[in-house]
T-cell receptor, first 116, second 112 residues
Framework: DAGVTQSPTHLIKTRGQQVTLRCSPKSGHDTVSWYQQALGQGPQFIFQYYEEEERQRGNFPDRFSGHQFPNYSSELNVNALLLGDSALYLC???????????????FGEGSRLTVL | SQQGEEDPQALSIQEGENATMNCSYKTSINNLQWYRQNSGRGLVHLILIRSNEREKHSGRLRVTLDTSKKSSSLLITASRAADTASYFCATDAQGSWGKLQFGAGTQVVVTP
């Protein structure tokens, strides 16, 4: 049973460029969340996708956008990259029933983005 | 901003010793979770404790939750070198439905 897979694992971009990161959730999961983790910090919630819609959003600018596909996989797009966007981007999947509390999240290994 | 704050920021112990780390949070929660992260890799879920629970065990892990003090502790007994990692608490605030807020973590080093 494949867990959460993310691609690419590492990438280098320059300021002003755009990047797309991809995530396939664990089998049976329908919800994907994205987190940004700067060096030495804890993960920061970016947004969550369920039923192909953004359901929750953290304190991130509109340069950060996402998408969820019918097969539950997801993309994170970041436009107009800044040096401060350099971080480990983590995708987490879960199965959340409507009205229930958050349970365990399954994380991928992350995509490490370096902006020069 | 981060909901949880772990204490201490770093902890160095020898194999066989116990490791204790604490987490404080600010708002009312549905549950609190602890995760482990090995050197810049993905996070691994360790244990979840619900707001109406006070203590929970899983193998060598013991978690306590005091909602009146808005704090939790994670105890790892009989530490092994393989326990070397960063440990994060994460809270699921009431009404957030699926948004976990993580602390900055405790970096634990276990030496043989």
């Amino acid at each position: 049973d494949a867990g959460v897979t993310q691609s690419p694992t590492h990438l280098i971009k320059t300021r002003g460029q755009q990047v797309t990161l991809r995530c396939s959730p664990k089998s049976g999961h329908d919800t994907v969340s994205w987190y940004q983790q700067a060096l030495g910090q804890g993960p920061q919630f970016i947004f969550q996708y369920y039923e192909e819609e953004e359901r929750q959003r953290g304190n991130f600018p509109d340069r950060f956008s996402g998408h969820q596909f019918p097969n539950y996989s997801s993309e994170l797009n970041v436009n107009a990259l800044l040096l401060g966007d350099s971080a480990l981007y983590l995708c987490a999947s879960s199965f959340i029933s409507r009205g229930s509390n958050t349970g365990e999240l399954f994380f991928g290994e992350g995509s490490r983005l370096t902006v020069l | 901003s981060q909901q949880g704050e772990e204490d201490p920021q770093a902890l160095s112990i020898q194999e066989g010793e116990n490791a204790t780390m604490n987490c404080s949070y600010k708002t009312s929660i549905n549950n609190l979770q602890w995760y482990r992260q090995n050197s810049g890799r993905g996070l691994v879920h360790l244990i979840l404790i619900r707001s109406n629970e006070r203590e929970k065990h899983s193998g060598r892990l013991r978690v306590t939750l005091d909602t009146s003090k808005k704090s939790s502790s994670l105890l790892i007994t009989a530490s092994r070198a393989a326990d070397t990692a960063s440990y994060f608490c994460a809270t699921d605030a009431q009404g957030s439905w699926g948004k976990l807020q993580f602390g900055a973590g405790t970096q634990v080093v276990v030496t043989p």
